[in-house]
DNA sequence: CTGTTAGCGCCTTCAG
DNA sequence: CTGAAGGCGCTAACAG
């Protein structure tokens, strides 16, 4: 079909030896030799093959990147950082989808492996530590994004959720809102778990009670955000106020608050994690969370390449400090307890 | 490092030959053979090497997707869509970002061929159609999604653009809306022209003028739209409504009326292409265009596996007709021309 | 039904 | 500074 190293050796004059040395920029190749190579894939429009390439080097130039929701702008955004990292270190990206799905997130790696990656980076969809924990043995070089696999000694960066989930919490507390609901993602998810950690430490510090009635949790799916508000929505004893623990579940939240009539701030506040930029067209009273996304999915592949390059390194941790935003004041005057 | 398929013979007491058939189903193999090569297969935890077998069959099991922003809902759809066809054939997915750059585009094709794909789906940037006739012409299986590349006999799967503008500004007309502002995507792209051409098309048939001041164009990001719009409606003689090409520029069109604080539909009407689900958040008078982005992406999928499985059927064009959907009534009564 | 063998295209010693 | 040759792990003839 198309040109092979040998084809362009031949057009060269050379061996196939010198060309695979012009193509990774080898020294010891004389200056015309070397045009002459050049010239001669040029002509020949040649394009070495990278599959073998991959099994000589027993290495591909191709870093995995498994995340959980192709859909939520969190994870293209990271996608998006990833991408850009890797090609600039020559680097292509296989992009999979695990959907939450831990039996996908399996399959995944495993393919990964076959696929012979460099490397991969992965946000875990629940706790298999083990399969992380083997990973790791083997030297695979791999780093966990947004979520943790607990106990684990690997690279990772995440955000600091309980700090964020307990400032948001706060802040509707200390404008008066009493009722705090809570719509959250799956506890099996390390984000989902410390986010509800942040929420109760919030509430036991202001002196309010834990009230079990007034936490839902769900996958992070605008659907479940908008089902599980409306859950809440519904008591008899409704919530002043409610506290999401994704982007997704917020508007979600939002829907079922604009379906209901509701008036924010007035009949009910929202406090939230939401990393787009799009909520502005609800527009008052919203404090929400953003994460620095993009320069989660920087530095994760940074972590990663590091690691390619040094399987013994130690692994770091880089906990990014979110964003907390206020769109306008959620204060309230009259408190009801 | 991990086992080899020499392993698994030996294990198995058997040859390569037979573990690599019982590897890929094929028949005449033993009941007996084949459970004792499964069993070895399973106590090796033997995964064969993906890179091994493409460099034999020259072709490997992934699929390449070049679309033009990995963060626009309407191309994560898509992923998700052909993710999951192939996924369920077997194979998977390199995905990469052009983001409008018709060099990147070209780089990430070479790549491809370089990682031997089976086939690649491309959302074509500009008119390159060049090199996309030689992909053909070498027998490369590729499908066009979402935009066309002129004139190349190729399968490809859009949406019906002219119509779906057509339709939108119509119904802007039809309520009484004269002075009608476009925020379109570069014309370079064919979806670009086209709803501009549909934009056009409905303007003459009612007798309108064509107001070169009225239209404006840029890459498809919310920030343009934001920025186009704001040019738009500071014009002396304002538009009273906006046409919007493309979902991102819509986002960005409703941000700065909201910034202005002009009121839709009393002070200005929008009418525009958006897939997203999220414009509830703009309570009143809203006429949008959903395209079914999920089906498009699975139809590209099947019109690829087909390809892949026959190099020399004829090439289908696949047309979507896209969804109009009326959020609230556009209707104003005054009419000012 | 099963084994033997010859490469797929490239990189990388090891000699010159 | 350059060439010759072996082999990465697997599959597809071709023999048995």
């Known amino acids: 079909m198309s040109a092979r190293i040998e084809d362009v050796a031949r057009q060269a004059g050379v061996s196939t030896a010198t060309v695979s040395r012009v193509l990774s920029g ?9 045009q002459r190579v050049l010239d001669a894939i040029g002509e020949l429009n040649y394009h070495p093959s990278r599959v073998a390439r991959s099994l000589r080097v027993q290495r591909s130039s191709i870093i995995g990147l498994i995340i959980s929701d192709i859909q939520n702008p969190f994870f293209t955004a990271i996608v998006r950082a990833v991408e850009d990292v890797a090609q600039q270190r020559g680097y292509s990206v296989i992009l999979c989808n695990s959907d939450e799905d831990v039996e996908k997130e399996l399959t995944y790696i495993q393919l990964m492996l076959a696929e012979q990656v460099s490397g991969m980076i992965v946000s875990p969809t629940a706790s298999n530590n083990e399969v ?22 690997m690279d990772m960066v995440v955000g600091d959720n309980v700090s964020a989930a307990h400032q948001l919490v706060s802040h509707l507390i200390e404008n008066g809102y009493r009722r705090i609901g809570a719509v959250l993602g799956i506890p099996e998810a390390s984000t989902g778990a410390e986010r509800y950690q942040g929420y109760q430490e919030a509430l036991l510090e202001h002196g309010l009670p834990l009230a079990p009635e007034l936490v839902r949790s769900g996958m992070p799916r605008s659907q479940n955000g908008y089902e599980l508000t409306l859950e809440l929505l519904g008591q008899t004893l409704r919530p002043d106020a409610i506290f999401t623990g994704n982007n997704l579940l917020t508007i979600g939240a939002l829907r079922a608050i604009h379906e209901l009539g509701l008036r924010i701030p007035d009949d009910i506040a929202v406090a939230g994690f939401d990393e787009l930029d799009w909520m502005f067209l609800v527009k008052p009273a919203l404090t929400v969370v953003m994460q620095p996304t993009y320069e989660m999915g920087r530095q994760a592949a940074e972590l990663l390449l590091a690691r390619i390059d040094d399987p013994e390194r130690p692994p770091q941790q880089v906990v990014l400090q979110p964003t907390i935003k206020v769109r306008e004041s959620s204060r309230r005057v009259s408190v009801t307890v």
Do not use: Q, T
């Not at 080898?26 to 070397?34: E, F, H, M, Q, T």
């Not at 030297?139 to 684990?152: L, N, Q, T, W, Y």
């Open 26 to 34: 080898k020294p010891y190749v004389s200056a015309a030799v070397r």
């Open 132 to 153: 992380y924990r083997r990973l790791v043995e083997r030297r695979v070089p791999v780093v966990a994004i947004d979520r943790r696999a607990d106990d684990v000694p």
